[in-house]
């Protein structure tokens, strides 16, 4: 019997190119303002409009501010880029999320909060990390911008099938150990090359009773091990998670989709191309060390040393503890932080907020520590007011921001200054992703909230009872 993955794949097959690619239909486009404005020029010099525009969705999120959203961008550049989506999707006929609009947010925190990315479809977006979206049950990875233009103009895309690869987690996480660190555990594992080639299925009883938000930040980071996609197989706790959702069906349209994405599974003799098994007893909560995200760590563990490392990888790792300004065998606890963000399309959810809150209710910020809290979404930034994380955090003294990728890149204001070091909720590392000469370490919002309360490097579970 066929993987979930072939299935739906094969399902969304238009033709096959004989000795090439695989027309591909596409249920949902996501666009953004950074990757979108050269894909619609192109549909202007070839006189087209979008082939099913009902299907696309815009929103502005990497360069917009996460203050004073209510006013001018003050940047020309960002503000150029966000003004270009607004004109393109007015000029296409394309629903459009601007700032300060109620539905606004980190496209890949909107789409499935507004039900807009269900089972069983296909759905790109011109950013690699799409492949958030396959928490919900979906084929879902990042395009170029060529093939944005060529989804706007056809709904279609030219792909090659990839392979497929089976991740099972068995057992119960520990104490304080999040879908963050399992993620962080299975990019270190894998190393960020180990799956290229392989769009992903998570499985496994840790899988099964991860919740959505989870599974998300999961799906979010299977880019960061190579591979072209994560996805989920749909159950009971997606179906509830997307019940009501704005734009999920409703009524006899909900249980017919029901019906169908109850059907979304690999057989029990689904062959993949490869399949890993991990057990849930060897993740600790996890840091990151170096400058990718495979380059990680148990928070409790040193820096491997120069030796366990690869001959042709040696000076690559050197070099990336050179620029962090650490050591070989070193451990990081204690390490003083200057930075910690809460955000991002990893975690800028609202199970994130509770998780950070949850630790630093009682205690208060380190003095030394700049903290940039910033949720996801308008309605995230709603849900944390309604259940008063806002006030717990205030207390705490931390303020939380408006909506948008912040400090996950340097693409807008909130950026890390050169030298200083961050405990980032986000999903990259690489040398400057969070400003020029910035030093990032990766990590879960627990392990992000014990380092904005002590203002070093912290194993958060000593703060969790």
Not at 232 to 254: I, N, Q
């Amino acid at each position: 019997m066929n993987t979930l993955f072939d299935k739906i794949w094969d399902s969304h097959v238009v033709r096959k190119v004989e000795d090439g690619p695989t027309q591909l239909y596409i249920d949902r486009l996501y666009c953004h303002e950074v990757t979108s404005p050269q894909a619609f020029e192109g549909l202007r010099e070839r006189g087209l409009q979008c082939f099913r525009p009902q299907q696309i969705f815009c929103m502005p999120d990497h360069n917009t501010p996460t203050h004073d959203q209510d006013k001018p961008i003050a940047d020309p550049v960002s503000k150029a880029q966000v003004d270009a989506l607004a004109r393109n999707a007015a000029e296409f006929g394309l629903t459009h999320f601007g700032m300060m609009h109620p539905r606004n947010g980190i496209i890949h925190v909107v789409g499935p909060e507004l039900g807009l990315s269900l089972p069983g479809m296909t759905i790109v977006c011109g950013d690699s990390h799409t492949s958030t979206h396959g928490a919900m049950g979906a084929v879902a990875f990042g395009i170029g911008t060529s093939e944005v233009e060529m989804v706007l103009a056809s709904q279609c895309i030219l792909q090659s099938k990839p392979k497929s690869m089976r991740i099972r987690i068995e057992g119960t996480l520990g104490k304080g150990v999040t879908a963050k660190d399992v993620a962080l555990y299975l990019m270190a594992q894998l190393t960020t090359s180990g799956a290229t080639g392989y769009f992903v299925e998570y499985a496994g009883s840790v899988v099964r009773d991860m919740s959505m938000e989870g599974r998300l930040t999961l799906c979010n980071l299977s880019i960061e091990m190579g591979a072209r996609g994560g996805f989920v197989a749909p159950d009971e706790t997606t179906f509830a998670y997307l019940k009501g959702r704005d734009y999920a069906p409703k009524g006899e349209d909900w249980d017919k989709a029901v019906a169908y994405w109850h059907t979304l599974r690999s057989g029990d003799d689904a062959v993949f191309d490869r399949e890993l098994v991990f057990d849930a007893a060897d993740i600790e909560p996890r840091i990151t060390y170096g400058t990718n995200p495979g380059m990680g760590i148990g928070i409790s563990e040193a820096i491997p040393a120069v030796s366990t490392i690869p001959a042709a990888g040696q000076a690559s790792f050197l070099k990336s503890l050179d620029y962090m300004h650490f050591q070989p065998e070193e451990k990081l606890l204690g390490k003083p932080v200057d930075y910690v963000f809460l955000g991002a399309c990893t975690n800028g959810r609202i199970e994130d907020f509770r998780a950070f809150a949850s630790l630093v209710q009682g205690h208060h910020k380190a003095a030394d520590v700049t903290a940039w809290l910033v949720p996801g979404s308008w309605k995230v930034d709603g849900q944390i007011r309604a259940e008063g994380l806002d006030k717990i955090l205030a207390e705490a003294g931390f303020e939380v921001r408006q909506p948008g990728c912040s400090a996950c890149l340097a693409m807008n204001d909130d950026k890390i200054p050169a030298g200083c070091l961050a405990v980032s909720t986000s999903n990259r590392n690489f040398e400057g992703r969070q400003g020029p000469g910035s030093r990032t370490i990766l990590a879960s919002p627990y392990t992000a909230a014990a380092a904005a309360i002590t203002g070093v490097i912290t194993d958060p579970r000593q703060f969790l009872l």
